[in-house]
């Protein structure tokens, strides 16, 4: 009898330790998964062409407007644009593309080239419901809310995430590619300015000169 009751206590024992351990575990707090930054690739954010900074950044423009993004912001060394998407009745997306236009150093003799750093950020809202009450005036007991309300939906940013598909921007430099040449004609490449000659430098003859300056 002594032996089974033991027994018992011990089983009951152990399985109070692993209840305590199984409790532990559900709330033990849980690790976050993300990306992280390896910086090992410079290939998907970048491409090298054979252009100027202003022909490589009109490409990327013309490319932009060829697949409906409004152009927000254009200039010889930067175009950034934005296109909204809706993929479900209650979410909206937004992408806003940004391109630089650097100019890359191939020696004296070398080709003309520009780096082309590209990024798109995609931000995506959902529609939120505020409740707004009716508040009236009441004389001296100053305003006092009633029961009557309305619910007004707005648009509330809940993720915002840099895109880093590969496939994705190899598409996009590859439509700069075939805008190029395009870009190329109408914005040539920079030359040189060219300074106007100075004309010669006259001495002035005594028959010029005032008398009074003749005058000893």
Known sequence: MHLMRFSISHAAAAA???????????????RVSYEPEVFDST?????TYVATEAQTCEAARRALLSQGYMITAGNHELVTGRKSFQPAAEVHVEVEFRVVCARE?????GPRSTIAFASALQDRYGIKKVNNSATVGVGAIGSL???FSSSDEALVK???????????????????????????????????????AQPPIETPLLRDVPLSATRG
């Open 145 to 147: 809310s009633l029961p």
């Open 16 to 30: 109070l330790l692993f209840s305590f351990f199984v409790a532990g575990c559900s709330t033990a707090p849980r």
């Open 105 to 109: 150093r191939n020696g004296p003799n």
């Open 43 to 47: 290939t998907t954010h970048t491409r």
């Open 158 to 196: 809940v993720a915002s995430e840099t895109l880093t598909d590969e496939r994705f921007y190899d598409r996009f430099f590859a439509l700069i590619d075939r805008f190029l040449p395009e870009a190329a004609e109408e914005t040539p490449t920079e030359a040189r300015p060219v300074l106007p």
